[in-house]
């Protein structure tokens, strides 16, 4: 079984930062997908950004350029940094982690931007 512990989120304005934190533990594989997916009212649950365990990284569009994802391996760890920050960042952010078929999540945490 796998838990993820996710923190970092809150308040921000407009075109400030955030840097999100998922903390992994339980039965980890050395092989695995770790990343982030966003939810806002309203709509359904979407990707944001990946980082396999060799460290190749996925961005969804909306984010490239903006938000930077890495990973610490002997922590279990995965990081989203989020610069320029628009409204329409705004969501429950839900770390995500991929391994052997099998997905795992965090209980989400709120992102707000204001304008």
């Known amino acids: 079984q796998v838990q993820l512990v996710e923190s970092g989120g809150g308040l921000v304005q407009a075109g400030g930062s955030l840097r999100l934190s998922c903390a992994a533990s339980?039965?980890?594989?050395?092989?695995?997908?770790m990343g982030w997916y966003r939810q806002a009212p309203g709509n359904q649950r979407e990707f944001v950004a990946r980082?396999?365990?060799?460290?190749?990284?996925i961005f969804d569009a909306s984010v490239k350029g903006r938000f930077t994802i890495s990973r610490d391996n002997a922590k279990n760890t995965v990081y989203l940094q989020m610069n320029s920050l628009k409204p329409e960042d705004t969501a429950v952010y839900y770390c995500?982690?991929?391994?052997?078929?099998?997905?795992?999540w965090g209980q989400g945490t709120q992102v707000t931007v204001s304008s």
């Open positions: 339980g039965s980890i594989s050395s092989i695995n997908d």
């Open positions: 995500n982690l991929k391994q052997m078929g099998y997905d795992s």
């Open positions: 980082v396999t365990s060799s460290g190749t990284t």
